[in-house]
């Protein structure tokens, strides 16, 4: 059974960096636990760097700064992330529902602390590129013309 899971994992992996047919993608979460048995996101997840790419490359990464903190966990359906910035004031958490076409991980947040909230206002969906390997994600922010601009970098943490 594991067997199984780790290569639809490498395969997920493999064809994540190619252009699929909308009839090829994987439609929804259930639809990789129905194949599986799991859901690969479901669990607590936390922040451990960051990559910036120019040209779909990364030129740079790093990791999170000292006492920054910054965790997401998925149930089958919900998503719910809180970050804590030592040197901010500010509270930053949101609540919502995700789902996942292929390669792309889809956020739909209802609510969240002031400051998202605000941003929740203007836009309550955020899409990103999903790379999963494992106990370790990557969500990749792509510009308007499909190119890479940066990933946030979680590993499992339960």
């Avoid at 990791?63 to 903190?69: A, D, L």
């Avoid at 149930?75 to 529902?97: A, Q």
């Avoid at 999963?132 to 190119?147: A, C, M, P």
């Amino acid at each position: 059974m594991k067997a199984r899971i780790a290569s639809l994992l490498i395969i997920l992996l493999i064809f994540s960096c190619k252009e699929k047919p909308k009839n090829d993608v994987v439609d929804s979460i259930s639809d990789i636990t129905e194949t599986t048995g799991t859901n690969p996101l479901e669990g607590a997840w936390e922040l451990v760097g960051y990559y910036n790419y120019l040209d779909n490359k990364v030129i740079d990464s790093f990791k999170t700064s000292e006492g920054y903190r910054q965790v997401k966990m998925y149930t089958n359906s919900k998503v719910m992330w809180s970050k804590y910035v030592p040197s901010d004031s500010s509270e930053w958490f949101g609540y919502g529902s995700y789902r996942m076409n292929g390669s792309e991980l889809i956020e739909i947040l209802e609510y969240g602390s002031e400051m998202m909230s605000k941003i929740i206002e203007e836009k309550k969906e955020f899409k990103h590129e999903l790379i999963i390997n494992g106990d370790t994600f990557s969500q990749i922010e792509i510009d308007e013309d499909g190119n890479r601009i940066y990933a946030e970098n979680y590993e499992r943490i339960e």
